[in-house]
């Protein structure tokens, strides 16, 4: 899995809340933290088994202030999941996925350009060298914000 460490929040924001992006699926899960100033803080891939006690841990070094999970494959079996384990109850909003794959592959090229000979081939013909799920966790999280300003 895509390996992203949790790293020491900025203390000069560290009080301010964040929304956590959960693309869940039956063997990987997606996670990404970005602070209402639309700040990246963390993201990540993670085998499913593993999603809740990261979001755990997640919570403990960030304000999760709230759960924005995309809705389609497994969605309602995650969403029951986190509500059974999660000891303090955490707001879970459902937001539509339809075509956040395809728009992950070209965020994960902005994010992560190609480097040499490789960027010569067309974006449309180029392998992503690892699973973008947590990509896929920061767009849903996009989508959220951008549903609260229209």
């Known amino acids: 899995m895509h390996s992203s460490s949790f790293s020491q929040p ?3 924001v560290s009080d301010q809340p ?3 992006g959960f693309d869940p699926g039956r063997r990987k899960c997606g996670l990404a933290v970005i602070g ?3 700040t990246l803080r963390y993201h990540h891939v993670v085998e499913a088994e593993s999603a809740i006690a990261t979001i755990q841990t997640l919570r403990q070094q960030f304000p ?5 999970m ?6 309602k079996d995650w969403k029951q999941k986190l509500s059974d384990a999660l000891t303090d109850p955490l707001r879970i909003i459902m937001v539509d996925e ?4 395809l728009e992950a592959r070209d965020r994960y090229w902005q994010m ?3 480097q040499g000979i490789t960027s ?3 974006q449309a013909f180029r392998t992503i060298p690892r699973p973008i799920d947590d990509i896929v966790a920061i767009l849903l999280i996009e989508r959220y914000l951008e549903r609260l300003v229209t």
């Not at 339809?98 to 794959?101: D, E, N, T, Y």
Request: charged share 15%; hydrophobic share 40%; aromatic share 4%.
């Open 18 to 20: 964040v929304i956590l």
């Open 64 to 68: 999760i202030s709230l759960l924005v």
């Open 70 to 75: 995309g809705d389609q494959t497994t969605a």
């Open 98 to 101: 339809r075509h956040s794959s």
């Open 112 to 114: 992560y350009p190609a």
């Open 10 to 12: 900025d203390p000069s």
């Open 120 to 122: 010569l081939i067309p």
């Open 36 to 38: 209402v100033d639309r």
